[in-house]
């Protein structure tokens, strides 16, 4: 991805969140910061929808990527994408330049990714659970982690189909607080770095 791009989709993304934090209500906080995380945004048409840290990254790429010739509709001709196959550079091609900007950094910060949303476990108590057996398990294939999970945390027999279910529906939810906590850790972390001023 170009200088070019990667400096328009900064300042194009910093105009934006600065726009969206002024001008639209606020529809989620980060539980860990106590900042705004999701804006009500009405679009042209009227619609009300969602927007994060992560859209407006994604419209900002989009728009910068457009604006210096690139087109992320279109899918790279086969000579675009085969190494030697140019002889000189055509249209380029962009399909997914916001995941290009940030894998690299994300990928290196993965485990403190984890850490950060993950705490030390309290609040996922039953996802703990599961861990804790399934780390002891010689064979995952033939331990009933669920039915053990449900036995420890709620008592009884192994495997009630009652407390499993329980125990089921109670790590789901705990998995989709996980996920929103590690989306919202990792959104910040792209934040702090759009943030950060660039050296050469």
Same mark, same amino acid.
Not at 93 to 107: G, N, Q
């Given at each position: 991805m170009s200088d070019d791009v990667t400096q328009d989709a900064v300042l194009i993304f910093a105009k934006r969140l600065r726009e969206i934090i002024a001008t639209c209500e606020v529809s989620a906080v980060s539980v860990e910061t106590r900042e705004a995380c999701a804006w009500q945004?009405?679009?042209?048409?009227?619609?009300? *929808? *969602?927007?994060?840290?992560k859209t407006l990254q994604y419209w900002a790429v989009r728009d910068a990527a457009a604006r210096n010739g690139y087109r992320l509709d279109v899918k790279p001709e086969p000579v675009d994408v085969a190494p030697g196959a140019q002889i000189t550079r055509g249209i380029p091609? $962009?399909?997914?330049?916001?995941?290009? $900007?940030?894998?690299?950094?994300?990928?290196g910060q993965s485990e403190t990714i984890f850490r950060t949303a993950w705490g030390d476990g309290s609040e996922f108590p039953v996802l703990s659970t599961i861990l804790g057996i399934?780390?002891? $398990?010689?064979?995952?294939?033939?331990?009933?982690?669920?039915? +053990?999970?449900a036995q420890d945390?709620?008592?009884?027999? +192994?495997?009630?189909?009652?407390?499993?279910? +329980? $125990? +089921?529906d109670a790590a789901t939810k705990e998995w989709r607080e996980l996920t929103a906590s590690l989306d919202a850790v990792r959104d910040e972390l792209i934040y702090r770095s759009a943030e950060l001023p660039h050296t050469d």
């Open positions: 945004y009405v679009r042209k048409d009227g619609e009300t *929808i *969602i927007v994060t840290r091609h $962009a399909d997914k330049l916001s995941t290009l $900007a940030v894998t690299p950094y994300l990928s399934a780390k002891q $398990a010689d064979d995952l294939g033939r331990t009933s982690v669920l039915g +053990r999970t945390l709620y008592g009884g027999p +192994r495997h009630s189909s009652s407390k499993v279910q +329980r $125990a +089921r």
